[in-house]
C-alpha cells in the first residue's frame, strides 16, 4: 500500500515509543474493569457489572490489539502471556485472531481477508453473523499461524474449554455471568470493531474526532490513523491524529459516529488516497 506523498511527510517515528508508566498503564488498564465488573455482578447489580464488562472488553482488545502489532514495547514471551491471559478471561483464542488481523493489514477488505468481510454487508448482517464470524477468524487465523503458533492456539483454546467447563460444573455465578457477558460481547464485535470502521470504506476505513466518543473507546476509533501507522501503539494515536489534520484533514470527515461530525463531511473521502 503505497501512502500518498504529503502523507510520507509525516513524524511518526517519536510516536513509537512508550514511557515505563505508559507501558505500565497499559498492561494493567482492563484489570480494574474486569475486577468491578466482578464485584457488582456478585452483588447482583448487573446493570452496573454489564457497564464495567464493556469497558474490560474495550480496553483488553485495545491491549490485545497493540500486541499484535508487538506496539506495547514488551518481549515477546510476556506478548505471549498477556495474550493467553486476555484469551481466558474473555473467552475467545487472541492468537488466532492475530494472524487474520495481520492479513487485514496486508491486504484490507480484499476477498482474502476475513477480517474485513462484514464490511461489505449491512449493518443487521454484521450484527446477527457476529458469532459465526469469530468462527470464520479464528479458523482463518488457525490456517494462517505458524506451526508453533498452532500449537499456542490449540492450548489456549483447550484452556478456554475446559475453564468454561470447570465454570458450568462447579456454577460459579461471577464466572457464569462473565462467561455470558462475553458471549453477548464477542457476538457484537463485529458490529462494532469491523462494520463500524469500515462500512462504505475503502482500505484504511473511518476514524473519529469527538472526545466523548474517543473517551469511551479508548482511542480505538483512531482506526484510519492505525491503518496508515500501524506501528504507533494506541496510546498515541490521538497526537498523530493532530499531526495528520494538518497536512490530510479530509482523512478526519469519514467518521465513526457520523451524526457527531460537520454537516458538510464528504462521504468516504478516504478513497482514492492511495496510488
Not at 464485584?39 to 500486541?67: C, K, N, P
Not at 492456539?153 to 455465578?173: D, P
Not at 496510546?235 to 498523530?240: A, I, S, T, V
Amino acid at each position: 500500500m503505497k501512502k500518498s506523498n504529503y502523507l510520507n511527510k509525516i513524524q511518526w517515528q517519536d510516536l513509537r515509543h512508550l514511557t515505563i508508566y505508559e507501558k505500565t498503564y497499559n498492561i494493567l488498564l482492563p484489570y480494574p474493569f474486569l475486577g468491578l465488573s466482578w464485584y457488582f455482578a456478585y452483588q447482583e447489580m448487573y446493570l452496573i457489572a454489564v457497564i464495567f464488562s464493556y469497558f474490560f472488553t474495550i480496553t483488553a482488545y485495545r491491549q490485545g490489539h497493540d500486541l499484535y502489532h508487538h506496539t506495547l514495547g514488551v518481549s515477546r514471551f510476556m506478548s505471549t502471556v498477556l495474550l493467553f491471559l486476555i484469551s481466558l478471561v474473555s473467552f475467545t483464542s487472541l492468537h488466532s485472531m492475530k494472524y487474520s488481523h495481520l492479513l487485514h493489514h496486508r491486504e484490507p477488505l480484499s476477498d482474502n481477508d476475513t477480517e474485513g468481510y462484514l464490511a461489505h454487508k449491512n449493518w443487521l448482517m454484521a450484527l446477527f453473523g457476529g458469532l459465526l464470524f469469530r468462527i470464520r477468524l479464528f479458523k482463518h487465523g488457525f490456517n494462517l499461524a505458524p506451526k508453533r503458533e498452532k500449537r499456542k492456539i490449540i492450548l489456549e483454546s483447550t484452556l478456554i474449554l475446559l475453564l468454561t467447563i470447570a465454570i458450568f460444573y462447579y456454577q460459579y455465578s461471577v464466572f457464569i455471568y462473565q462467561f455470558v457477558v462475553m458471549f453477548i460481547m464477542n457476538a457484537c464485535a463485529g458490529l462494532i470493531a469491523v462494520w463500524g470502521l469500515h462500512h462504505d470504506c475503502d482500505e484504511v476505513g473511518r476514524t473519529e474526532r469527538n472526545p466523548i466518543v474517543n473517551a469511551l473507546s479508548f482511542n480505538l476509533f483512531y482506526h484510519a490513523e492505525h491503518h496508515l501507522f500501524p506501528a504507533v501503539p494506541t496510546q498515541n494515536l490521538p497526537k498523530l491524529a493532530k499531526r495528520l489534520d494538518k497536512v490530510a484533514p479530509h482523512l478526519a470527515n469519514n467518521r465513526v459516529v457520523p451524526f457527531l461530525a460537520n454537516k458538510n463531511n464528504e462521504n468516504c473521502p478516504i478513497k482514492g488516497l492511495f496510488a
